[in-house]
């Protein structure tokens, strides 16, 4: 079902001020926080028109059907993001059609990535996955697996390493929000400190996106906010 597409409009501006009320608010700009429309279940029409106004990057969480909107939108110049759990048959099609893949949790899969991206192509844009507790999903490494993931994703010449994710459980208010996030925001910054130049916290989804905006989130993940209730 394509969903109306003023609603849309209108749903895609309130997530905008939202987001802008949470920079003020942080004492952070408005550049440094980038909203990736997660477009998963929803047509590639919905997409088109999101587009529309000027929205750019798109998460999808399933392959087959990412892969179809993607050739359905190839005339627009979309940025793809692929954010749901990777296993190895599907490392190919990913390094070879998205820019980013925000959902890497594993050694092997970060090698596969990197030597499966075409030479033609930028390296593929990679966060690491990171569980922390009471994730709502199981993927993701351990907060102590981090440093020495990150040292042996850094070598990989066809994958670039620019931060860290996470999908964590709901919080039931803001303060316990900001307590999940946290742990990625101070380990971003052991990273910095430690000489990776990682410059992406991958956190925040349409019910938490102010608090992880207030951790230093700097990409969230939007659906439902702005593309109306998942089936
Ligand atoms: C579905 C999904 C989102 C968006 O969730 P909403 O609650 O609809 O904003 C964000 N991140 C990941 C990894 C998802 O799978």
Redesign the pocket.
């Known amino acids: 079902m394509t969903h109306n597409i003023p609603d849309l409009k209108t749903r895609l501006q309130a997530v905008q001020q939202r987001i802008t009320s949470a920079v003020e608010n942080s004492d952070r700009t408005l550049s440094s926080v980038i909203l990736l429309a997660?477009s998963?279940t929803y047509p590639a029409a919905d997409i088109r028109a999101c587009a529309a106004q000027g929205q750019r990057s798109f998460?999808e969480?399933q392959l087959q059907e990412a892969l179809e909107k993607i050739e359905a939108l190839a005339d627009l110049e979309l940025e793809w993001h692929f954010?749901?759990p990777i296993q190895s048959n599907k490392t190919r099609a990913i390094a070879n059609h998205f820019q980013w893949a925000?959902?890497v949790d594993r050694l092997k899969i970060a090698q596969r990535l990197s030597s499966q991206r075409p030479a033609g192509m930028p390296p593929l844009n990679i966060c690491l996955q990171i569980n922390i507790s009471g994730e709502a999903s199981k993927s993701g490494v351990s907060i102590d697996e981090v440093p020495s993931l990150v040292a042996a994703m850094n070598q990989l010449p066809g994958i670039r390493l620019r931060g860290l994710m996470a999908?964590p459980a709901p919080g039931k208010d803001m303060a316990q929000q900001r307590q999940s996030f946290r742990p990625l925001r101070e380990m971003l910054e052991n990273l910095n400190r430690a000489g990776y130049p990682l410059d992406t916290l991958s956190m925040g989804?349409?019910?938490d996106l102010e608090a992880a905006i207030a951790e230093g989130s700097t990409m969230v993940?939007?659906?439902?906010?702005i593309f109306g209730p998942?089936n």
């Open positions: 997660v998963k998460g969480n954010i749901g925000h959902s999908i989804m349409s019910n993940r939007i659906g439902s906010a998942r």
